[in-house]
């Protein structure tokens, strides 16, 4: 589920490698990495660190692909080997350290690879940047730990975790990317909110930087779609913006982005709509941000439940869903509450439960909601004379009834807009609107014509069909 991949610290850093060989072949290591091939990376670099064992560079690299793919025990075995010696080690540790909330030692850490940045022979970068970023808002966060009841997760594969939302149809549906015309881009992964109207679908979209954004299109007469527009370029924050669900008030957007304002990885974010667009997002914090991934979150309102899918378990192939009960006001956990941090991290979902609160009818009252699935919109509502009733365009057997139809509907379209401004001038007349009498009689005359109009339309579609 990460689309970015994890770089290597230490891949910048310049080394001495005592073989042509090696050097090769860690270059090939690295470019590995950066593809994101970690298994065939390690085998490499285990490989040359027989072969070379005073290498430092190589411990390095083997922990930035343990820890690339969840194995911080691993990667941090690694580190250890040469963190005296490569301060580069140093960085991957800080990572670990800010991973599982010892703030203290990411900030001993951090103190000792600065200190031996300036003991160094040589001037080196200082690529804190980021680590030390990452720590302020971990702190941050620490600091607004929301106080939820989490009375539910469930383990699922990663591929298709949406369909395993249970929302009313009062909150709209999550979609796979196949219900959007095939002249659409999508991101992938991604996936498609469309509101309980079905007027409207928002998703996740590559722009020409490859930079995921989300957009929005609207529908058509004739279930047809509008081209997307950008919701808002803004929201990735400098990242990509990714999985979207609109609140039924059509105004809360609640989507997950990997921009500089993440924990790591994909993060919960929430944004407004005003008449200018939607406003500057805010990061919803923590349980529901971790250094991991964390996105999806959807919120129904007519269950009272709410909805967010997290890679944070580590667990190959797979996320977790929690199911968590909303509360119109935020209420944090005390700062200095000695369980906080496994509030933050959700250690134990049963220590956010309320004391002798029971939930099992609410999980029974999920289970037997259908799960969410796309709901093709009617185009139509045609009887034909072999008792079929037509909804959607692409019933009729061929070519020639299907236009038939268009032409129909194209023309119900008008009649009824005819019709709805003929109701309106008659109110008009009733209040005393007497100028607007021949209107009216020009309507009532269209009105009959119409009906004739559309009877014909009604019989090409029938003839063409049933022929």
Known sequence: MIK???????????????????????????????????????????????KEPRNTTIPVLLGDCYRATGRDADAMTQYKKVVTKNN?????LIEIAIREYRLDDADQLLADYRKALKKGRKTLPD????????????????????????FDSINVPADEFFTHYRLSPESGSLNAPSILP???????????????????????????????????????????????????????????????????????????????????????????????GFLQPQNLGMPYNSPYNDYMLAIDESTGVGWWASDRNRIEGMVTIYLFIPSDMRVNVDVTAPDLKDRARLSSISSTWEPGSDYSKLIKSIANIS???????????????????????????????R??????????????QD?????????????????????????????????????????????????
């Not at 770089?7 to 090696?22: K, R, W, Y």
């Not at 690529?127 to 989490?150: F, K, P």
């Open 4 to 50: 970015r991949v994890i770089l290597s610290l230490a891949a910048a850093c310049a080394v001495s490698i005592p073989a042509a060989f090696g050097a090769a072949t860690i270059s090939e290591a690295r470019e590995l990495i950066t593809a994101g091939d970690y298994e065939s990376a390690i085998s490499m670099l285990q490989k040359l660190a027989a």
């Open 88 to 92: 580069s080690a140093r960085l991957g």
């Open 127 to 150: 690529e804190s940047d980021a680590v030390t970023a990452q720590l302020e808002r971990t702190r941050n966060m620490l600091n607004r730990v929301e106080r939820i009841v989490v």
């Open 182 to 276: 095939s002249s659409f881009a999508a991101a992938s992964p991604t996936v498609v909110y469309e509101p309980e109207s079905r007027t409207e679908m928002m998703w996740s979209a590559p722009d020409a930087d490859e930079t995921y954004r989300l957009v929005s299109s609207v529908a058509l007469y004739g279930n047809e779609w509008d081209t997307p527009v950008a919701v808002g370029d803004h929201l990735g924050e400098g990242g990509d913006a990714n999985y979207p669900f609109l609140m039924p008030d059509g105004i809360t957007l609640y989507y997950a982005n990997d921009g500089e304002n993440s924990l790591g990885g994909y993060d919960i974010f929430i944004s407004r709509r005003d008449s200018n």
């Open 371 to 401: 799960t969410s699935a796309h709901r093709l919109r009617e185009q139509c509502r045609f009887g034909l004379p072999d008792g079929r009733v037509i909804t959607r365009i692409e019933q009729l057997s061929n070519s020639d009834a």
């Open 403 to 416: 236009m038939a139809m268009r032409r129909y509907l194209d023309l119900e379209k008008s009649v009824k």
């Open 419 to 467: 019709a709805a401004r003929l109701e309106n001038l008659r109110r008009q007349y009733a209040d005393g609107d007497t100028s607007v009498s021949a209107e009216i009689l020009r309507l009532e005359k269209q009105a009959l014509d119409d009906a004739v109009t559309l009877r014909h339309a009604s019989n090409e579609v029938i003839e063409a069909e049933m022929q």
